[in-house]
């Protein structure tokens, strides 16, 4: 029996007992998350499709361990011009062993659905509000207030 799941915006095809890396998961390393997101069950007979997921299905699968994956290096050059940029990028991984998969959404005790944290709302700054200053309605500087420092022509062109 297999599945595909669709965990960090990947999918991945997984049977019981296989170890995998997926994107980070928000679980402590021994924790078993269940993961509701299936797509495809094979049971050697029979194939289920979901659109675009299984409703019942689910897939039990304990943490082994998180990591960092190996280095990738970014290189930007723009030939003639002087221009090289390097940067490098360690992926957060974690390491999964797949416990079971349930066509029925039977659980295991101690789950955590396996879900993408949703991002924390943002904090919205209130100005404070002062008293008023003595401004124009227009938001302008009138031109009793403007101070200009022009020079002043005579129209003649200059001779050399």
Avoid: C, W
């Amino acid at each position: 029996m297999f599945a595909v799941i669709k965990t960090g915006g990947k999918q991945y095809r997984v049977k019981e007992g296989d170890v995998i890396s997926v994107e980070k998961l928000e679980a402590e390393k021994g924790q078993v998350v269940n993961f509701d997101q299936v797509l495809l069950l094979e049971d050697g007979q029979q194939v289920q499709v979901g659109t675009p997921y299984l409703e019942k299905a689910t897939v039990a699968a304990e943490i082994l361990d998180d990591y960092k994956d190996e280095k990738v290096i970014i290189f930007k050059k723009k030939r003639r011009k002087g221009y090289r940029r390097t940067r490098g990028h360690r992926q957060v991984l974690t390491r999964i062993r797949i416990a079971g998969i349930y066509p029925e959404g039977k659980s295991v005790e101690g789950e955590k659905p396996a879900t993408e944290p949703a991002p924390a709302p943002r904090k919205t700054r209130k100005k404070e509000t002062t008293e008023k200053e003595s401004k124009p309605a227009s938001g302008k500087a009138t031109s009793a207030t403007r101070k200009t420092a022009r020079k002043e022509t005579t129209g003649k062109p200059k001779e050399k």
